[in-house]
Every structure is written in structure tokens, then in C-alpha cells.
């Protein structure tokens, strides 16, 4: 089983300002990685997929980038909307698809 | 208007039995790949189950010989039978959509509001 692992666990920044969040798995998934957004009591929600590719709809700050074991995920300039937890998920080696921990972006 | 409806959680006594269901609008279950993803309170999501348009179906180790995931093709409607419910099977449970492009990626694209299963005695 691949074991994703996420940080930090809270990032706090600013309005307007980048986040870069990490991801690592405990073994290489090529580029089969996503990444999702979650906003309390709501579902997850698909950002980023093949660890760079948005997903349909998603805004062009959100970049993801890497391979192997470590991957990251940027936002170019936060806005007060992408103030959330994210979660990265990997599906190269199923099942389990797993999901890592989580990092929690907060207001700075 | 693609959407996942979840119903059926509850409050259950462990040892004790529940069936979630989740109704789907604007696709087909019998062509789809669909999962079921718990997330425990204050956690990560966790993959429980998935069952393939083929009918093949895949279980976390943890509700192994515990959870039965199935459709009704005419219904729609995704199911997850859970038996020998622990209070560690309390989460909030997902279904979602397994989405395939390019025969290469995948991911769970569209996901459903959740239901709560509570086990508790």
C-alpha cells in the first residue's frame, strides 16, 4: 500500500499570497496523483489529476507539479474562497487508492 | 444535472447492520466505476469499495467480508450493505464518481453530500 504523506499540516498565508503545499508517497506513483479541495461540511472536491492537469472548471492558480514521490501543489495567489484543507490521493498502485493526511491553508 | 444523493446513515449499536444508498442523476451506474469514500471525523478520506461496470468489486482491508457494494441498474442506485458494524466505521461516507481519462488517470470526480454512520453503543 502506498502511504501519502502530506505537509504541513496548517499553512498560514495571507490573502494574495502563493501556498505551496507538499505531498510525498512512500513509493513512486509516476504522475498518477490527484489532489482535491474540502470547505467545511462539504465533499471533496477534484482540483487536479495525472499531478498536473486541472480538472473541468478549476482556476488556472492552482498548478500541480511532480513525479514519482514528491509532488507539490501551488496556488498562485490566494483568494479568500481557497481557504481550506487539501488532500493529495494517489492511483497508481490500487487498491487501495489512498489519500494522505491533509494540510489545513488558513488565514494568516 | 450529474449528482450523487447518499441516504441511510444513522446511529447503530456496533455489532449491528446498515444499508446506505445513493441514488444517481445524470449518468449510468452500469457503465461507471463507483466508490464508496469514508471520512472519519477530523481525518483523511478513506477508499472503503468500488465496483466496476463489469460488476467486479474491490474492498479496503479493514471492511473485507464486512461490506457488500452493489447496483441496481434499474434503480440507479449504488448500495453499501455494512454488517458487523465497529465504532471504528464511524465517518461521514462518500460515494463518488471513479472517472477515467486517456486510459491513464483516474480520479473521484464527482462526489455525493455524504451521509453519517455512527456506531456507538
Known amino acids: 500500500e502506498r502511504v501519502m504523506t502530506q505537509s504541513p499540516a496548517t499553512l498560514s498565508v495571507s490573502p494574495g499570497e502563493r501556498a505551496t503545499l507538499s505531498c510525498r508517497a512512500s513509493q513512486s506513483v509516476s504522475s498518477n496523483l490527484a489532489w482535491y479541495q474540502q470547505k467545511p461540511g462539504q465533499a471533496p472536491r477534484l482540483l487536479i489529476y495525472g499531478a498536473s492537469t486541472r480538472a473541468t472548471g478549476i482556476p488556472a492558480r492552482f498548478n500541480g507539479s511532480g513525479s514519482g514521490t514528491e509532488f507539490t501543489l501551488t496556488i498562485s495567489s490566494l483568494q479568500p474562497e481557497d481557504f481550506a484543507v487539501y488532500y493529495c490521493?494517489?492511483?497508481?498502485?490500487?487498491?487501495?487508492?489512498?489519500f494522505g493526511q491533509g494540510t489545513k491553508v488558513e488565514i494568516k | 444535472e450529474v449528482q450523487l444523493v447518499e441516504s441511510g446513515g444513522g446511529l447503530v449499536q456496533p455489532g449491528g447492520s446498515l444499508k446506505l444508498s445513493c441514488a444517481v442523476s445524470?449518468?449510468?451506474?452500469?457503465?461507471?466505476?463507483i466508490t464508496w469514500v469514508r471520512q472519519a471525523p477530523g481525518k483523511g478520506p478513506e477508499w472503503v469499495s468500488v465496483?466496476?461496470?463489469?460488476?467486479?468489486?474491490y474492498y479496503a482491508d479493514s471492511v473485507k467480508g464486512r461490506f457488500t457494494i452493489s447496483t441496481d441498474n434499474s434503480k440507479n442506485t449504488l448500495y453499501l450493505q455494512m454488517n458487523s458494524l465497529r465504532v471504528e466505521d464511524t465517518a461521514v461516507y462518500y460515494c463518488?464518481?471513479?472517472?477515467?481519462?486517456?486510459?491513464?488517470?483516474?480520479?473521484?470526480?464527482?462526489w455525493g453530500q455524504g451521509t453519517m454512520v455512527t456506531v456507538s453503543s
Open positions: 465496483i466496476y461496470a463489469g460488476g467486479t468489486t
Open positions: 445524470g449518468f449510468s451506474v452500469s457503465n461507471n466505476y
Open positions: 490521493q494517489q492511483y497508481n498502485n490500487w487498491p487501495p487508492w489512498t
Open positions: 463518488a464518481r471513479l472517472n477515467n481519462w486517456n486510459d491513464e488517470d483516474e480520479a473521484f470526480d464527482i
